[in-house]
């Protein structure tokens, strides 16, 4: 489970990492404005980094040797998206809390996810994780307003 939570640390620090580089390197972007800099190519970085940061993960994983790491990713991958989508819904009404939680939601998606997949884990244990998570999801997209 450390290895796994390593895991969430360097994705989100390469996320972080790549969308400052972005930022630097493209300065012209159209994405970037007079008014408001890079918030545009920010806002760009995020949506296509973290579906980059879930494609990663298991290829990461693997070679930290977190076993079972196809389980783990994807578990991993079902809880980011929930995590993700509450953020969102919330970003309006508590901005710095919906921030820190998308930056905290590697740190608590691997570990997490490892300690499900284990072969231990009693099988209507994970149905019920999952489908709490499902649930999750849905109430989250829910509040996200129009």
Do not use: K
Not at 21 to 26: D, G, N, Q, S, V
Not at 95 to 123: E, K, N
Not at 129 to 144: D, G, H, I, N
């Amino acid at each position: 489970m450390v290895l796994a939570w390593a895991v969430g640390i360097i994705l989100t620090v390469g996320l972080i990492a790549g969308t400052v580089l972005t930022i630097t390197l493209f300065p012209d972007s159209p994405y970037c404005g007079e008014y408001t800099g890079c918030l545009g190519l920010l806002v760009h970085a995020w949506e296509v980094g973290r579906w980059v940061v879930i494609v990663l993960a298991w290829p990461l994983l693997y070679l930290l040797r977190v076993r079972p790491s196809l389980p783990a990713a994807a578990l991993a991958a079902l809880l980011l998206m929930a995590i993700w989508q509450f953020a969102e819904a919330r970003l309006r009404t508590s901005f710095g809390d919906s921030v820190l939680l998308i930056f905290f939601s590697g740190v608590i998606s691997y570990p997490a996810a490892a300690w499900l997949a284990r072969t231990r884990i009693a099988r209507p244990t994970l149905v019920l994780s999952v489908a709490s998570l499902l649930a999750f999801y849905l109430l989250a997209a829910a509040l996200l307003p129009d």
